[in-house]
């Protein structure tokens, strides 16, 4: 069983240019979610998705950023006009479906994705 | 404002060493308590967790030890191997059903042979 998985693991983008971050979640689970996290810093949630819905997205920027998880494919994560600002690790997580919130709904994290922006 | 704290940078222990990774946290509306793993250029990795209802959960070499009225967690390795040198994140899920998790910034882990 794969495990959840990004592409690309590195991407340089110039200052106005769009990034597109992609996530594949374990296979059977239907939750996704993005972090961000900065140098020296913990991991910050952004958005909380399952399949054509957002859920939770009171950590995404209000502006430039966007994310997706359509019926079929992957999770996307858009960043449009990038600054230098935006230059750190996007990690994906996943988790099945949880019909108890009595219990903790373990989030599996994929590599992340090191965004550059020069 | 940072909700979940890990206030040491770093820590370093010999191996066969108790290992103890201390987290303080403010919002009193998280109902778990995680600890992640992470090893260079790799995604976190689930360790353990605990419900606030709990204050204490074990699993194999590791504790996790919830004190409720002094909002503090602590993880304890024990014996610490070279094999646990990483970086360790407390994180914290809100109550209410976003399932949205909050990290502290992390400690780093260093297990001398």
């Known amino acids: 069983n794969a495990g959840v998985m990004q592409n690309p693991r590195h991407l340089v983008r110039r200052r106005g240019q769009e990034a597109r971050l992609r996530c594949s979640p374990m296979k059977g689970h239907s939750h996704v979610y993005w972090y961000r996290q900065l140098p020296e810093e913990g991991l910050k949630f952004m958005v909380y998705l399952q399949k054509e819905n957002i859920i939770d997205e009171s950590g995404m920027p209000k502006e430039r950023f966007s994310a997706e998880f359509p019926k079929e494919g992957p999770s996307i994560l858009r960043i449009q006009q990038v600054v230098r600002g935006d230059s750190a690790a996007y990690f994906c997580?996943?988790?099945?479906?949880?019909?108890?919130?009595?219990?903790?709904?373990?989030?599996?994290f994929g590599p992340g994705t090191r965004l550059t922006v020069l | 404002d940072q909700q979940v704290k890990q206030n040491s940078p770093s820590l370093s222990v010999q191996e066969g060493r108790i290992s103890i990774l201390n987290c303080d946290y403010t919002?009193?509306?998280?109902?778990?308590f995680l600890w992640y793993k992470k090893y260079p250029a790799e995604g976190p990795t689930f360790l353990i967790s605990?419900?606030?209802?709990?204050d204490k959960n074990e699993d194999g070499r590791f504790t996790v030890f919830l004190n409720k009225s002094a909002k503090h967690l602590s993880l304890h390795i024990v014996p610490s191997q070279p094999g646990d040198s990483a970086v360790y994140f407390c994180?914290?899920?809100?109550?209410?059903?976003?399932?949205?998790?909050?990290f502290g910034k992390g400690t780093k882990l260093t297990v001398n042979p």
């Open positions: 997580a996943s988790s099945p479906w949880n019909t108890a919130q009595s219990s903790y709904n373990e989030q599996f």
């Open positions: 605990i419900s606030s209802i709990k």
């Open positions: 919002n009193s509306m998280f109902d778990y």
């Open positions: 994180a914290a899920r809100v109550q209410g059903g976003s399932e949205k998790l909050v």
